[in-house]
């Protein structure tokens, strides 16, 4: 497999870049490789779980790792956004923060639901409808109430979802990408644009608010988080 140089791995990976000089790649899966943390690394540089990569393979195989409920090995497996990873008797939820991806701690209920937002749309025959979400899940529909932007509420052990938040205004966001990545505010406004410019949010965080592409935002709850987003 091809190296990854620590000094060129993501800038969202909170992980030292001059202590060695290569780190495991993700590979791709559920989540695009530009979008993900390799299990392996998250074990050993994040969550210090592990001193060394082989220890870490050690805890993966031995099946104390899963993502969303499903045991996952590999340690190039690439966790993502919103995924719920149990490592033994502890979960963590994974969220944007100002530095880059945070792992939020969640215990009871909220370690059994993930957030997964709406990606598109595919008509097929039958009047069905499939709804392609950021992780690579795909749910098949008879009556489509959904648009690109919203999200759902999955309990992942039950396989089904408990609720839908809708993309609109008044609804709480958490920023995805940019300067202000990890700060949750609400929407203010939504521009629909025109040819290839992607569509435009008026967003409002604490006492100012900005201006972010759509893709740049991912809705946490109807009117205050249903997630628990910690610092």
């Known amino acids: 497999m091809t190296q990854l ?89 994974i969220i944007p923060g100002k530095a880059g991806f945070r792992f939020q701690k969640v215990s009871g209920g909220e370690a059994t639901f993930k957030l997964m937002r709406v990606r598109n749309k595919k008509t097929l025959r039958k009047g069905r409808t499939q709804i392609n979400f950021h992780d690579g899940r795909n749910m098949i529909v008879s009556k489509d109430e959904f648009r690109t932007g919203d999200v759902v509420v999955f309990d992942f052990q039950k396989k089904e979802i ?27 406004g939504i521009k629909t644009t025109k040819g290839s410019k992607p569509n435009e949010v008026t967003v409002s965080i604490g006492s100012g608010s900005i201006v972010l592409p759509k893709d740049y935002v991912f809705v946490i709850g109807p009117d205050k988080p249903v997630i628990t987003m910690g610092e």
Not at 42 to 54: E, G, I, N, P, W
Not at 62 to 80: E, Q, T
């Open 5 to 93: 140089k620590r000094l060129k791995a993501p800038s969202f990976w909170p992980v030292e870049r001059k202590n060695r000089k290569y780190i495991v790649p993700p590979v791709p899966g559920a989540h695009s490789v530009q979008n993900s943390m390799p299990l392996g690394v998250v074990l050993r540089d994040v969550l210090k779980c592990a001193k060394t990569m082989k220890e870490a393979r050690y805890i993966l195989n031995r099946g104390l790792v899963s993502i969303d409920g499903a045991r996952k090995k590999d340690k190039n497996f690439g966790a993502g956004v919103m995924d719920v990873l149990k490592v033994g008797d502890d979960s963590y939820r």
């Open 162 to 188: 408990k609720q839908k938040i809708k993309f609109e205004e008044g609804s709480t966001i958490v920023v995805m990408k940019g300067r202000s990545r990890g700060a949750v505010g609400k929407i203010d």
